[in-house]
């Protein structure tokens, strides 16, 4: 079977959703994480499902890659995954609430000022929202990352770089776009 013609139409589709992508969205986002990064801010973040995959890939990205290379004055990074202490969300989900396994670890970690960074392709992860909402209240600057029409993470957190497609998959593949897009310019220009 030839799928030719169906991998040109995914590949077009792609093309033309992330030419509707505001670059200036994305350069404040990373404004938002040079801003953390000089502050020796935490930066958190969190996904649920390929979401949760993208959040991993950020802070192999940017506490490794950018720090390649830079001199001992360099001042890293300090990405942490909220969805990688498996025992930690299993716990939470099966005493409390799987809408809260992200809040309750920024209940213990959480400093005003920090960073929080939510990615939801539809925008409306319960959990995710959750942690958005606490860092809102308590000083903390928020990024979403999301796709479809937004959802409530488009309107509830401070700096947001939608994709405004009504497909999930090119929304975590342009996600992991701009996790490698940001890596690369800000471990060029990160002094």
Known sequence: MD???????????EKCVIDS???????????????????????FIMGNGGSAATASHFVC??????????????????????NDNIPSMLAISND??????FLHQLKTLFISGDVVIGISGSGNSKNVL?????????GGVTVGFEGYDGGKLKNMAQYNVHVPV??????????????????KILCQCAQ
């Open 166 to 183: 009504m497909d999930m998959q090119i929304t975590e593949d342009l996600h992991m776009v701009f996790d490698h897009c940001m890596m």
């Open 21 to 43: 992508i505001s670059r200036e969205d994305l350069s404040q986002v990373m404004n938002v994480l040079e801003n953390a990064r000089h502050d020796g801010r935490n930066i």
């Open 61 to 82: 990205d940017f506490n490794k890659g950018v720090a390649d290379g830079k001199g001992a004055d360099f001042k890293p990074y300090r990405f942490i995954c909220l």
């Open 96 to 101: 409390i609430s799987y809408d809260e396994v």
């Open 3 to 13: 799928y030719t013609n169906a991998i040109n139409e995914y590949f077009e589709k």
């Open 130 to 138: 959750k942690a958005i909402e606490y860092a809102n209240k308590n």
